[in-house]
């Protein structure tokens, strides 16, 4: 069982206090929920309930992460930190499914194997949960720097391989697929794959810092942080990228062969890919 110094943290000062950290993970709740509403406007778009799930994930993250970082016991903070596992472990899944969707692929993933990508998730989180009899996602807590209210967790054997290895998997594929998908694209439509993919890249190479030696604020997870900015991306392919409505397909040598203009428009009369005879016009 870990055990932490009870003086780290002293019984007098009150529950919680809001410092300048929380404010940077209230500010990444509030972005998360505005772009949300952009999201929920345009449910009725093939793949927007995946988009949805990974915002309300990503919103829950930074929530729980207000009260973590405010929160002056120790005990209270451990709480909210396996809260925060629980609503941002299936996050990278999530980002994954919704890459299989957008790169035309969704009929190779069965229900069987999309119960399995949940797997290490789950065990992540349980472990997180029942951390104090191994010590497997966290192995020590220190109290960060002075003011801060911040603690720096030890990581252990596991959080290596299920957040970092596997979250950094999955990214790394749904990158993968995106960046193919933008290829067989119309240049018109990169744009806004890219602004997705470096949106997806952004909080995985900001936890990355937070868990090296290098994080310029110990203790303070720079993830949370940089969500503004994804969600931004996200906004913007949303809105002027029409993201959502954007209906995967597959083009071939046989589409960009025709001597005429070809324009291919969803149900909702939206251009969706054009040739490049068609582009030419």
Sequence with gaps: MLHFPAEAFPPSQPAFIFTAYSLGYFISFAACVLIGLAAWTRRSVNGSSL????????GLWSFFGIFESSATALETKIIFSKLEYLVGQPLPVLLFLFSIY?????????????????????????????????????????????????????HGFWYWIGVIGYSGLCIFISSALLIGFSVTSHRIFRGRLMMVIAGALLPWIAVLV????????????????????????????????????????????????IRDGVMILDNQDTIIDVNQEAAAL
């Design 51 to 58: 988009l949805l799930l990974m915002i309300i994930s990503a």
């Design 102 to 154: 957008h790169a035309g692929l969704k009929r190779y993933l069965k229900p069987t194997a999309t119960i399995l990508l949940f797997l290490i998730p789950v065990a992540t989180i349980l472990l997180a949960f029942s951390n104090q009899y191994h010590g497997l996602v966290w192995s020590s807590f220190i109290p960060g720097p002075t003011g801060s209210n911040l603690i720096i967790y030890g």
């Design 210 to 257: 937070y868990s090296s030696p290098l994080n310029p604020l110990p203790g303070y997870d720079l993830g949370r942080i940089v969500i503004p900015v994804s969600v931004a991306l996200f906004l913007l392919a949303i809105t002027r990228g029409r993201l959502l409505e954007l209906v995967p397909i597959q083009r071939s040598l046989v589409f960009e062969s």
